[in-house]
C-alpha cells in the first residue's frame, strides 16, 4: 500500500489515546489486543494504521493521524502545557484531546481572549508559526484612550517598537470611536505581545484583547470562552493552505 508505513502495535495504541506506553504494553500483554481478529500480545506486532482492524476488549479502535481543533480560550489562562503556578489552556481541553497530545499552535497572553488552535500535526504548526509565512492573525481590541487617523494610518504602514524592530503592514479598521475606541487589527507576524506593543507604540493601552482570526480560520462566536470544538475539513484546508503559501 502506498504512503501508509507500518507501525508498532503499542505506538498505535498511544496514538489512539488509549493510554500511556506502559499501559497499553500491559493491555496487548493480556490478550485484550486483537488485529485483524487475531490476539496479539507482541507490543511490536507490525500494523498498518487505518488499515489493520484493531480492537480492545471487542471495541473497534477508529485511527486519525491528526485532529485540529479551536478554543475560545478565556482570560486567566497561561498558553502552555505546564505550569506550576498558573492554570494552562491545557486545563480547559477535555481527557480525551490531552491524551491525543495536541499541542497549541502559537501563543495567547494571559490576559488575551479567542481562538487558539490545537494540533497534533507538528510541522503543519510549525510552518504556521515560521515568520517566512506571514500568516494572518486578525484581533479585536479596545484601548484606553482616543485614536486618531494618524494613529491608523501608522498602525498600518508599521510602527517602531520598544526593541526598535519596525512591524511589517498591517490592516487596522477603527470600529468605534470615542474615549475607549475599539479596533480590528490583522497582522502577519507575531512578535511577543506585538498588539498591545504597537499600540503602546502609538501612546495606547490595549484594554482588551481578542484574537478572531488565525490562517483564514475564524473563530466559531458560538463557542463559550472554555468550550472547543474540532475544526471543519474546509477550516483544516485553509490552515493548510497558509502553511504552504510564501510571501516571495
Ligand atoms: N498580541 C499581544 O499583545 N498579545 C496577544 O496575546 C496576542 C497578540
Known sequence: MVGVAKKRLDWLLVQIGVGSRREVKALIRAGRVRVNSEVVKDSAFAVLPGQDRVTVDGELLEYQEFYYLMLNKPAGYLTATKDLYAPTVMDLLPEYWRKRK????????????????????????HRLLSPRRRVAKTYFLRVDREVTPADLQALAAGVVLDDGYRTL?????????????????TIYEGK???????????????????RRAMAGVELDPRLKPGENRELTAGEIEC??????????
Open 102 to 125: 495536541v499541542a497549541p499552535v502559537g501563543r495567547l497572553d494571559k490576559d488575551t481572549e479567542g481562538l487558539l488552535i490545537f494540533t497534533n500535526d507538528g510541522q503543519l504548526a
Open 169 to 185: 503592514p498591517a490592516e487596522v479598521e477603527l470600529l468605534k470611536p470615542g474615549n475607549e475606541p475599539e479596533l480590528e487589527l
Open 192 to 210: 511577543f505581545h506585538q498588539v498591545k506593543r504597537m499600540l503602546q507604540a502609538v501612546g495606547k493601552n490595549v484594554i482588551y484583547l481578542q
Open 239 to 248: 490552515l493548510q493552505r497558509s502553511g504552504e503559501e510564501s510571501p516571495n
